[in-house]
């Protein structure tokens, strides 16, 4: 693949670092790479100038077109590719709203629409263009429905509570669900209380999480009665979803995996609706939300009030404590086991507390759990230790808020086979090392940690 030779490393290199000056010089002296340009080069196969808009990288996408980009050019994503305009950066293209809702655009929009970019329903929708949406809507009505970027519809995309009326009444659906997170449009909004109230006004079906983002206890009494275990759902889980989406729904996006109602809705400063919500949720429900936000007079009331409760907590209740550590919520990590919850609770991909922490990186939950004897031995769905979590997160999730030098080193100190070799001969620090983790690897070493080829046996290759 391109990507493999050494010009297109120091490309995606370039584009990443935002060094805009950097890549006109490596442009203008590579014409391989001009010719390029618009092949898909980052994530989700996009070509360079979409991945620049992502990150809302002016600059960069200047140079990019200057050198021959299209601006029309959209990733190859099999959901549904995205163009620039889908960016949900759209301070790229406007400048502000007038107090009619018309946008004013950017010097950049306006460049790149004098180079042929083309503004379909779906841009439109973002952009907040009402008088452009309502001329591609005369033009073509049936674009209400057509998917675009993971395969929404121009209405998950909506900016403006006007935008979602000129839709509605042109007949898009407002409960088709996208095909890359399986999302309603309401859903989509969970961040944008205007656009997801309108939305609701307009017909679309709520769910328990559009009840915490509004705090409106009417919506959830309505939800709940359809659904009474509908306060056990987690974000990737519950009766909010239909069937497991190929890209995950769209709430681990926006809230986190494993974000649970109840701990949702406080933080929205509803604290009145969330004590409304509390009345209607189980002990168990309560408790969780307690511990998880860190209130401990009211964790350790809940305990003394239901001797036992902790004990009797299923195995979709106790597994809190595992999506707590990879939320990265220590304070809850700890005063869950505090009362009690098992420090081995299995979690996603049945990953302990430990196995979560370990592979983002969090190095105080890591600290905190084993103070309480945790595991190192069991293993995740991939037949992965905490260890091994951790030099896989390291080289692949590189959570920016994990310190995974501090994580490997609490991790191989206690480490009972440290230089165990993998189903394929390597052992942990030959991972560290072809990763290009030098801080990983030098934990590992600190605590005696060996390549394959310096253990009696087999070496690797």
């Known amino acids: 693949m391109a990507e493999q030779t050494p010009s297109a490393r120091r490309f995606l290199a370039t584009l990443r670092s935002g060094d805009a000056a950097e890549m006109r010089a490596l442009l203008a002296s590579d014409r391989w790479l001009r010719e390029q340009v618009d092949e898909p080069w980052g994530y989700f196969d996009a070509p360079a100038l979409v991945e620049a808009s992502s990150r809302g990288d002016a600059d960069m996408m200047r140079v990019l077109v200057e050198a021959g980009a299209d601006v029309n050019a959209r990733s190859g ?29 950017t010097e950049v929009f306006n460049d790149f629409r004098l180079r042929g970019l083309t503004v379909d329903a779906h841009a439109a929708a973002n952009l907040g263009d009402l008088a452009m949406l309502r001329r591609l809507i005369d033009e073509r009505p049936d674009c209400v429905n057509e998917r675009g970027r993971d395969g929404a519809s121009p209405l998950h995309m909506a900016r403006t509570p006007a935008i979602v009326d000129v839709l509605v009444d042109s007949g898009a659906d407002v409960d088709m669900r996208d095909i890359d997170h399986g999302a309603t449009p309401a859903q989509w909004a969970i961040d944008e209380p205007a656009v997801c109230t309108r939305l609701i006004e307009r017909g679309a079906t709520p769910d328990i999480y559009v009840a915490c983002a509004l705090g409106d206890i009417a919506i959830a009494d ?14 990737n889980y519950g009766p909010h979803m239909d069937g497991r989406p190929p890209g995950g729904h769209m709430y681990i996006y926006r809230m986190g995996v494993g974000m649970r109602p109840l701990p949702f809705a406080s933080t929205r400063s509803h604290d009145e609706f969330v004590e409304e919500l509390l009345e209607r949720a189980s002990p168990a429900e309560q408790l969780i939300y307690a511990a998880w936000t860190g209130d401990r ?24 404590i595992s999506d707590a550590a990879w939320n990265n919520n220590c304070e809850g990590v700890a005063l869950m ?34 103070g309480h004897t945790p595991s190192l031995e069991v293993t995740n769905d991939f037949g992965g230790t905490p260890l091994g979590g951790a030099i896989w997160g390291a080289a692949n999730f590189r959570d920016p808020n994990g310190n995974y030098a501090r994580t490997v ?27 290009d983790r030098d801080d990983v690897a030098q934990a590992l070493q600190r605590h005696g940690g060996l390549r394959s080829s310096e253990l009696p046996g087999r070496p690797l290759g």
């Not at 099999?78 to 946008?103: F, Y």
């Not at 007079?297 to 809190?320: I, Q, Y």
């Not at 919850?341 to 600290?367: K, M, N, Q, W």
């Open 222 to 235: 309505r939800v709940l009665a359809d659904n009474p275990d509908a306060l056990r759902s987690r974000s």
């Open 337 to 370: 086991l505090e009362v009690g919850f098992p420090v081995d609770a299995r979690g996603d991909d049945s990953g302990t507390p430990l196995d979560r922490a370990a592979v983002r990186g969090y190095a105080d939950i890591v600290e905190v759990l084993l």
């Open 77 to 105: 994503w099999e959901p549904g590719g995205s163009g620039v305009l889908d960016s949900e950066r759209v301070e790229l293209w406007v400048k502000e709203w007038c107090a009619d809702g018309t946008p004013v655009m």
């Open 297 to 320: 007079a009211r964790t350790m009331a809940l305990v003394d009030a239901n001797p036992g409760l902790v004990a009797s907590l299923a195995t979709d209740e106790s597994r809190a």
């Open 409 to 435: 080193d609490l991790l191989a100190a206690v480490e009972a086979n440290l230089n165990r070799r993998e189903d394929d001969g390597q052992t942990h620090l030959d991972r560290a090392v072809a990763s």
